[in-house]
Nanobody, 118 residues
């Protein structure tokens, strides 16, 4: 069982930045890594993903240009750099990993709270 551990959440003012980290037990280059978020009463939504094998990244329209997904294979860690944060970015953020080739996310972290005050 792959365990993902997110860190880096917290409280920040609107316009500020946070960087979330997702530690994996092995080389993250084996997986597609993704970030999702969820607020109470709403479904979990996609934020960003990175496919290491082809170097592709993907972002939700709501975060495009403000968030950046990256990773460090030597540290087995994926990151989500969040800039120009808005109150509507407030959510629990989850890291996920997909081992492929079947679609779907196989592993999830426990989540980290991000709160953006206005």
């Amino acid at each position: 069982q792959v365990q993902l551990v997110e860190t880096g959440g917290g409280l920040v003012q609107a316009g500020g930045s946070l960087r979330l980290s997702c530690a994996a037990p092995g080389r993250i280059s084996k997986y597609v890594m993704g970030w999702f978020r969820q607020t109470p009463g709403k479904e979990r939504e996609f934020v960003a993903s990175i496919t290491w094998s082809v170097g592709n990244t993907s972002y939700a329209d709501s975060v495009k240009g403000r968030f950046t997904i990256s990773g460090d294979n030597a540290k087995n860690t994926a990151y989500l750099q969040m800039d120009s944060l808005k109150p509507e970015d407030t959510a629990v953020y989850y890291c996920a990993a997909a081992r492929g080739p079947a679609p779907g996310w196989n592993y999830w972290g426990q989540g980290t709270q991000v709160t953006v005050s206005s």
